[in-house]
């Protein structure tokens, strides 16, 4: 087999009257990011800028007051559902508000502010307090469950990027996630070094014998390169010392962010295990990572770095085929797209595909197999990029050879 797009994989494996002008201001700065991250504004809110604003997604943002969202005075949906908020008064100042989903919150606990929920029914609007877990049509196929005795584990095919209308993922998913006791994703986005990865990234990543990426490619390819850098709001004098896997990684993360990919099915569920308090416990690190992307020899990274230099029409064509495959569920359609299975594998491909699938799954699989054979009685919530889950030797197959019933609930 051969990958027809190894930069597209990667996201698979590892780990985006008329009003006057004045600016809206919010007291919580998680609250004032949700609401531009929700209406794609990368700039200040004005009160011109709210007229069309009626629908508003804020759940699990972390947020803790609701103080500002009276300036969206047409709002008429609003979801806060799952984060830390302890009071709605401010919603009675919402006089287009028609439905406001409050579930999974401090206030629904106090018995002052449940009166105030109580007049926000009495003027004839919808109050959701009860949590629904996730989208009986939503999104996502690849989940699998494995039990022995009193402990399981779930095992869900992420994919690394997303956008917010990704989530609620389906019912299934968001079902196994509230049932978890820890969370297991490949590597803990939220406590991460960021020092520390800078270091592992300039040892792993940089030239350092005083050469940069324009001595080691051609003229036609540096150009092709320094276009799209410079497409991407860089200086490419920024970047020259990056080898060329490192040069394709910040390619491909800098156009999904540029594409409005901001939201990975694995931070979504860290996010929220951070607002319930789960544990979390990660399978890698990410220094193990980057040892696996600057695995393959300068003229492999170099070919890795041709193959992302492609427009951004194209990028973010094969970028919504593959998120359509995610959403749809299909393990064998999602393979059969990244895979040629007619093409003629080479020795470096089969060698990274080692370091990149085989060899990480089968120390996942080791970790995962710790948890059931411990048998603690808890359950798991394994996070991993749906590739570890379809592409063989992957998990399920691993821990099947172990004797394992593996169940694929969705």
Known sequence: MKMIKVYILIILFVLLGACSDDTVTFND???????????????????????????????????????????????????????????????????????????ANPVIDDSEQSELLGELSEQGITVIET????????????????????????????????????????????????EADVVVPEINLNDLNMYDMQQTQQELGMYEEGTTIEDHVSSEVYEQLDEIISDLGMDIEMVESYKPWLLSSLIQSLRLQQLGYLHGVDEYFLNQAVIDGKEVEALETFESQFEVLASPSEEYQMAMLEDSLVSLDQFDEEMTNMFELYKAGDPDDLVEYLFDEDATVTEE????????????????????????????????????????????PHIVSILEEEGYTVEHIH
């Open 29 to 103: 700065e998680n609250l004032e990011n949700a609401v531009l991250d929700e209406l794609r504004i990368n700039e200040e809110l004005t009160e011109r800028g709210v007229e069309t604003v009626t629908d508003l997604d804020l759940s699990g943002e972390n947020i803790d007051s609701l103080s500002g969202i009276e300036a969206l005075y047409n709002l008429e949906v609003l979801d806060v559902s799952n984060n830390n908020i302890e009071d709605v008064s401010v919603l009675l100042e919402l006089n287009s508000l028609e439905e406001v989903t409050i579930a």
């Open 131 to 178: 949590q629904q877990l996730g989208d009986p049509d939503g999104p996502g196929g690849f989940l699998w469950q494995v039990e022995n005795e009193e402990t399981t584990v779930y095992l869900l095919g992420t994919i690394h990027a997303g956008t917010r209308d990704f989530y609620p993922l389906h019912e299934s998913i968001e079902t196994a996630y509230y």
């Open 349 to 392: 491909e089969e060698a990274y595909m080692e370091e990149l699938n085989d060899n990480r799954n089968y120390n996942m699989a080791e970790q995962i197999d710790e948890y059931l054979t411990t048998n603690d009685g808890m359950t798991y919530f394994v996070i991993v990029g749906a590739a570890h889950l379809t592409i063989e």
